[in-house]
Every structure is written in structure tokens, then in C-alpha cells.
């Protein structure tokens, strides 16, 4: 078994010295590091307290001073535990300490807490250890070592503590709102705590928007709860100040016109806040339209969408009408109005906006004169609109349908066989229910009353028909009119209740016999054979005047007033050419009446066509290339540059070709068979349906002596002008050969 090692005796007097002096040194350090921490803790709150009494101290700005304050007791207090506390933990650490400011008692007093731990030594001379350390005990045991302790500044830094600490006892006890509200927002930096302020203002922003270029007014209200009630509001924009005077509990600062955005401070009491100012485009209607529902009796059921961007809306009496209006941005409140004219307004409402939309309720659309609907609103920053969107309202009466008869003259012959046909168009401002046809005997005398003889539904339409067209059939025969005068005339209905038919002009109906027709047929084409000769008179007329302008020689031609003479006589060629083919119009519709009556002759009715075509060829081919001709030459002498030359010799063609002879090369005489004009046909026909088989001719007779024929040299003598020439009735002179 192995020996047992001795150790030496133990100093117990200079472990307690040295133990004493540890403690000394770790509460002198300590205290340092936390008096230092306090302090500066201290120190920032109050910077950041003072500051907030005299601005809004950026959240930046305050998270510096409790970083300093952080970081101080970060760095300070471990490293003053670690060097004073964990460092000297070994009492020889202590000595060492020691030794640092007294080398010679440190030396002594780490030499002999070596020896009282060295047992190597004190095996190899336990007396002389011994001895040493009763001596070192004896010497150096009740030594005091206060001189050896490191310089420390808890004293001082006690002595500093007082003054912040003085100052944040004040303001606890003389503003806990105060030191509460900057120890929060010195703590919380980031947090959003509001600076606390003896004058407080409702919904005060650091944003202040306001319309571009607009001179406006922004309200300042102080809170209910504000302690002060300074007298003045400042508005610092640089070295612009605007100041406005309590009215109450409330400011009104007049801002100038701005264009681009402005900093400024605002300064109410103990209020320091940065503002800026954002000048903005108030909020303005985009699009505005209304649902106008329609009165239940027009049964249309989803609503008619309006534009009423123009600020004007009509609709029928009875219409509920709701508006939907879109705004430039997203609205706050908004407020509908019911004006009239002078008076006061009626029904405001408050209208719940959605986003930038505003929707109102469907209400029945007023009838008074001088009514309004007008919106105004405030958008989610505070702007209202320029002014109110206004919309003038005006109740319309559902009017009746329009119809008229369309394809029919005023008054029409018809045998009573056949089917009168024509257009029925009626329209209505909210849709056409039906339409109809009625019949009935003319007033005999002024003040009776037309007696109906029946009608007919001709069609029953949608609601929404707003225009419809109906072909009407009237065969009087199948509904018992008889040879006479009648009115017939086209109805129609919409779906007001209580509304009577409306009519379109009436027409008048001849309802005639066969041989009532033929005779009026006959009568109508002497008319048209009058007329016809009228036109050929006319012509004659013309064709002197052709022969006056062909007469010119070339410079004459190109006169100013022989251009004026062309035109004229261009013009006038296609009037005569207007009437003939009237003339021509009228016989094809007189064509067309013979040939729905039995009694008229197919021999007498292929006659008649075919001086019908012969009127119309000429129309459409002579007396047209006559007036083209004399059209084309008065262009041709205006845009002459030299009078004379080939221009000239163009109009002598011209009339030539129109009136009479071709201008001939000088010193040639005129080509007859170029030079004269074919003449016209001359038609001549006898109407032998009325000739009975005893009054017929037998041998054909000339009414007429047959047209001589022209000289074909002779180029001044107009070729004659035959008109349709017809005979009518019994015995009728000049009946052509082969009668009916």
C-alpha cells in the first residue's frame, strides 16, 4: 500500500486577507459596470424623452439611443464579471492582483501560498516549509491590503446617477403620461406608440392631401381629450408660414394653390409634427349610367341601361330608376339628393359606396317638373368632387304607335275582284302590340260619323317590338263592299291600359265594275295622250333652238353667252326628258290596272304597251343623247383655252347630232343620209273595244295622211314628231285595219 502524501499547513490568516480583499475588489468592480450601465440607460431615455417634447423623434433615431443603452450593459457588465470575478476565483489570481500594485508583499504573499501547496517540498523539508510559513502567517497575516486595490469609478459614477436619476423621478412624478409614453416609445422603438402630446388633434397624418393647383382649407380639430388648447396653429412650409387662429375647438389652415409635393412642420402647442403635402386630382365620375325598370305593363322585364354621362335622363311615367356611377378612385361616403326646382331638397340618403362604385336603390322616377338627382362624395383621401354630379330627371308620356300605310296612293280604283296590297308599318316608343286594318263608308255630311262596315287583325307582336311591318290584303268582294266609295286605313295598338287605336291616313277605295273601270282606264289614257303631246310641243320648241345654236359659226360658239345657251338648252332637254318618262310611268301603272280587268281586249292592251315602250325608248335614248350631247359641248367650250380650233367643231357636231344637220368640212356639202335625224314614230291606235261588231269599219280608213317624206338634202327641215295618237268608243275615226 502506498504512502500517503502530507501536505503542508495552510496560511489561514492570509487566505482570509486575501479573501476579504477579493470581495472588496468584485463589489467595487460590479458596482462600477452597473452604475456605468445605469447611467448610460438613464442618459438615452432622457435624450429620447427631451427630444420628444420638442419633435416626433424618428423611430430610427430611438432605436440608436436604446442600442447604446443595450450595448453598454452588454459589453460592460460580462466583461467586468469575467476579469473581476471569474479571473480571481484562485487566491493566487488574488496575490497576483496584488502583486500588480505592491510587488513586494505580493511576491511574499504568492510565495507562500505556493509552499502551502507544494508537497514535494514540503516532503523533502516539512520543518523549513513549516517554518516559512509560520513566519510569512506572522508577518504578513494582519497586513492590510486596501492600498493594493485597482483604482475603481463606482464612485463616481454613483455621483453622476444622481442628477438623471433626479430628472426622471420629476418626470414620473410630475408627468407619468409623459415618462410613461417616452419610456415606451424609448423601449419600443418600432412599436407603434403615438408621441404623447399635452395638445392632441383628431386624425392627425403626416400626409396631408390636397387638390392640385387649388387653393384649400384644412381643418384642424383638437381631441376631447387634449389638456391644452393653444391659441394659434403654424404651418412652416420653408419660409412660408401660415398661421390660423382657434375657432373653437378647430384650426382652418388656407393652403396655397400647389402643383408638386411640400414639406412643412405643423406647430399646434406642444405639437411637432412633419407633414407633407400631396397635391392630388379630386375624384371624378368616370362612367354614369341608369337601370331604368320600365313600368310593369310594358311587361319588358330586365331593365333599359342608360348613359347619363350627359346629365339628362327621360323615361316613361311609372319608371323606377336606379344609378350606378364609377369613380376615378375608391370613395369614403357618398350622399344622394333629391332636388326640384325652387324648392328645398328632398329624400337624402346616405348611398354605401363600393370601392369606386357607387349603386343606388331603384325609386320611382318623379314627375314634377324641374326634378334632380344630384351625388356627392368623399374619397378614401379626404377630397370631394369638383361638385355634385347632377342629373336632370324628366317623365316622359308613353306616346301612342305611329302606323301608316305604305305602297298605296291616297286613293286607289279596284274592282272588286281584286286584292288591294300594300305595306302596314307601325313603330311605338316601347313596342307595337298589334296591327290591324279597318274599312268604313266616308261621312256623308260634315259633322256625322264614319260608320265601320269591319276590320282585321293583321298581326299580334312581342313586347319589345318597336317597329313592325304587316302586308295587308283587302279583297272587297270577300268582305261585302260593293261598287262605291270607301276608307280604308291601317291601325295599331301598344300596351298602355285604357289606349284607344291609332290610324294612319285613311285611303280612299273606288270599288268599280268592269265596265265603270274601263271607261275611267280609257279616260285616264286621253289624259296621258294630252300629255304626251304636250311634251312633243315642247320638243319642237327645243329643236328650233338647236338649229338657232347650230346656225353659229365656231368663234360665235365659243362666246360666253352661247355657252350659257348650251347649258340651258341641256337642261331643258332633260326636264322635257323628266315629263315624258312620267308620262311613261303613269301609262305602265295604267297598263297594269287594264290588264286585272276581263273586259279590256289583249289586241287593245298589247297596243297600248307597246306605244308605252315606244315612249319609253325615246325618252331613254334620244332625248337623253341629245341632252348628254349638249351637256358634253358647253364643258367643251368652258374649258377652251383658244375660241375656235377643234373644241368648237365639237358643239356643231353636238347639234347636229341633236337638231338637225352634222356640221360638213368647209367647201363640202353635208352628207344627206348622215346629216338627217331618223324620225320619230308616230303611233296610231284605235280602242275597238267599245266599237260594236256593226259599228266596225270594214275597210280601213286614213285619219292621218301619212308623213311626207323629207327632202334628204334638205338639212334645215326637222323630221316631224309623231305622238301615240288613240281613239276611243264606237265608230271611232282612223280604227286600223283589222280591228278588234
Known amino acids: 500500500m502506498e504512502d500517503r502524501i502530507e501536505l503542508p499547513p495552510a496560511p489561514e490568516r492570509i487566505h482570509a486577507s486575501l479573501a476579504a480583499f477579493r470581495d472588496e475588489l468584485r463589489r467595487r468592480k460590479v458596482a462600477e459596470a452597473i452604475g456605468l450601465v445605469v447611467l448610460v440607460a438613464l442618459t438615452s431615455y432622457l435624450v429620447a424623452l427631451g427630444l420628444d417634447r420638442v419633435v416626433d423623434v424618428p423611430a430610427a433615431v430611438r432605436a440608436a439611443l436604446v442600442l447604446v443603452a443595450v450595448a453598454a450593459a452588454a459589453v460592460v457588465i460580462p466583461r467586468a464579471l469575467h476579469r473581476w470575478v471569474l479571473r480571481h476565483r484562485d487566491l493566487r489570481d488574488v496575490a497576483r492582483e496584488v502583486e500588480v500594485r505592491d510587488p513586494l508583499l505580493g511576491d511574499r504573499l504568492l510565495g507562500v501560498l505556493e509552499l502551502s501547496t507544494d508537497a514535494e517540498e514540503f516532503a523533502r523539508s516539512?520543518?523549513?516549509?513549516?517554518?516559512?510559513?509560520?513566519?510569512?502567517?506572522?508577518?504578513?497575516?494582519?497586513?492590510?491590503?486596501?492600498?493594493?486595490?485597482?483604482?475603481?469609478?463606482?464612485?463616481?459614477?454613483?455621483?453622476?446617477?444622481?442628477?438623471?436619476?433626479?430628472?426622471?423621478a420629476a418626470v414620473v412624478v410630475l408627468a407619468p403620461e409623459v415618462a410613461g409614453n417616452a419610456l415606451l416609445r424609448w423601449a419600443l422603438p418600432f412599436a407603434d406608440v403615438p408621441r404623447f402630446t399635452f395638445a392632441r388633434l383628431e386624425g392627425l397624418r403626416s400626409d396631408w392631401v390636397v387638390p392640385v393647383q387649388e387653393e384649400s382649407d384644412v381643418v384642424l380639430r383638437l381631441a376631447d381629450e387634449s389638456r391644452r388648447r393653444p391659441d394659434v396653429a403654424e404651418l412652416r412650409l420653408g419660409r412660408v408660414q401660415l398661421a390660423a387662429e382657434r375657432e373653437g375647438d378647430s384650426y382652418r389652415l388656407r393652403v396655397p394653390p400647389l402643383g408638386a409635393e411640400r414639406s412643412g412642420l405643423l406647430v399646434v402647442g406642444d405639437v411637432r409634427e412633419s407633414v407633407t403635402l400631396v397635391p392630388t386630382e379630386r375624384p371624378e365620375v368616370v362612367d354614369a349610367t341608369a337601370a331604368v325598370h320600365l313600368p310593369d305593363y310594358l311587361d319588358l322585364g330586365a331593365p333599359v341601361h342608360v348613359d347619363v354621362r350627359g346629365g339628362a335622363l327621360a323615361a316613361v311615367e311609372g319608371s323606377r330608376v336606379a344609378f350606378d356611377l364609377e369613380l376615378s378612385r375608391d370613395l369614403a361616403s357618398a350622399r344622394r339628393t333629391l332636388r326640384f326646382e325652387g324648392g328645398e331638397a328632398a329624400n337624402a340618403t346616405d348611398v354605401a359606396p363600393s370601392g369606386a362604385k357607387l349603386n343606388s336603390d331603384p325609386e320611382p322616377l318623379s314627375s314634377d317638373e324641374g326634378a334632380s338627382v344630384a351625388f356627392e362624395w368623399t374619397d378614401v383621401l379626404g377630397l370631394d368632387g369638383h361638385a355634385p354630379f347632377q342629373v336632370r330627371l324628366r317623365a316622359l308620356s308613353d306616346e301612342a304607335p305611329i302606323v301608316t300605310a305604305s305602297g298605296v296612293a291616297p286613293e286607289v280604283v279596284q274592282l272588286a275582284s281584286n286584292v288591294l296590297t300594300f305595306d302596314v308599318i307601325a313603330s311605338d316608343d316601347f313596342g307595337v302590340r298589334s296591327v290591324g286594318l279597318e274599312w268604313f263608308e266616308p261621312a256623308r255630311q260634315i259633322g256625322d260619323v264614319p260608320r265601320s262596315l269591319g276590320d282585321r287583325l293583321l298581326l299580334s307582336s312581342a313586347p319589345d317590338a318597336d317597329h313592325v311591318e304587316a302586308l295587308a290584303a283587302l279583297r272587297p268582294e270577300e268582305v261585302g263592299l260593293g261598287a262605291g266609295s270607301y276608307l280604308v286605313r291601317a291601325w295599331a295598338m301598344d300596351a298602355?291600359?285604357?289606349?284607344?287605336r291609332a290610324y294612319s291616313s285613311?285611303?280612299?277605295?273606288?270599288?268599280?265594275?268592269?265596265?265603270?273601270?274601263?271607261?275611267?282606264?280609257?279616260?285616264?289614257?286621253?289624259?296621258l295622250l294630252q300629255r304626251a303631246a304636250e311634251v312633243r310641243d315642247h320638243e319642237l320648241e327645243l329643236l328650233a333652238e338647236n338649229e338657232a345654236l347650230l346656225a353659229l359659226k365656231d368663234a360665235e360658239l365659243a362666246a360666253p353667252e352661247a355657252q350659257r345657251r348650251l347649258e340651258s338648252q341641256?337642261?331643258?332637254?332633260?326636264?322635257?326628258r323628266a315629263r315624258l318618262q312620267a308620262v311613261v310611268s303613269e301609262g305602265a301603272e295604267l297598263l297594269g290596272d287594264a290588264a286585272r280587268n276581263d273586259e279590256v281586249d289583249a289586241n287593245t292592251l298589247e297596243r297600248w304597251a307597246e306605244a308605252r315602250e315606244t315612249l319609253e325608248e325615246i325618252a331613254e335614248s334620244d332625248m337623253e343623247s341629245v341632252a348628254e350631247l349638249l351637256a358634253k359641248a358647253a364643258r367643251a367650250e368652258s374649258s377652251s383655252d383658244t375660241p375656235g380650233g377643234q373644241e368648237v367643231s365639237i358643239a356643231?357636231?353636238?347639234?347636229?347630232?341633236?337638231?338637225?344637220?352634222?356640221?360638213?368640212?368647209?367647201?363640202?356639202?353635208?352628207?344627206?343620209?348622215?346629216?338627217?335625224?331618223?324620225?320619230?314614230?308616230?303611233?296610231?291606235d284605235v280602242e275597238s273595244s267599245l266599237v260594236t261588231a256593226d259599228e266596225a269599219p270594214t275597210e280601213p280608213a286614213a285619219t292621218e295622211e301619212p308623213p311626207t317624206e323629207r327632202d334628204p338634202a334638205d338639212v334645215n327641215t326637222p323630221a316631224p314628231i309623231g305622238i301615240v295618237a288613240t281613239t276611243l268608243g264606237p265608230g271611232g275615226a282612223g280604227a286600223p285595219p283589222g280591228g278588234p
Do not use: Y
Not at 341641256?570 to 322635257?576: D, F, I, K, S, V
Open 652 to 684: 356643231g357636231r353636238v347639234l347636229a347630232a341633236g337638231g338637225g344637220a352634222a356640221e360638213a368640212p368647209e367647201g363640202e356639202a353635208p352628207d344627206p343620209e348622215e346629216s338627217v335625224m331618223p324620225p320619230t314614230p308616230t303611233i296610231l
Open 496 to 500: 298602355l291600359p285604357g289606349r284607344e
Open 126 to 168: 516539512p520543518g523549513l516549509v513549516r517554518a516559512a510559513i509560520v513566519r510569512g502567517e506572522s508577518e504578513l497575516g494582519e497586513r492590510a491590503l486596501d492600498h493594493a486595490q485597482p483604482r475603481s469609478r463606482h464612485a463616481l459614477f454613483g455621483r453622476l446617477l444622481v442628477v438623471p436619476a433626479l430628472a426622471t
Open 570 to 576: 341641256a337642261r331643258a332637254e332633260r326636264m322635257n
Open 506 to 527: 285613311p285611303v280612299l277605295v273606288r270599288i268599280m265594275t268592269s265596265e265603270d273601270h274601263l271607261a275611267w282606264v280609257s279616260e285616264r289614257f286621253e289624259g
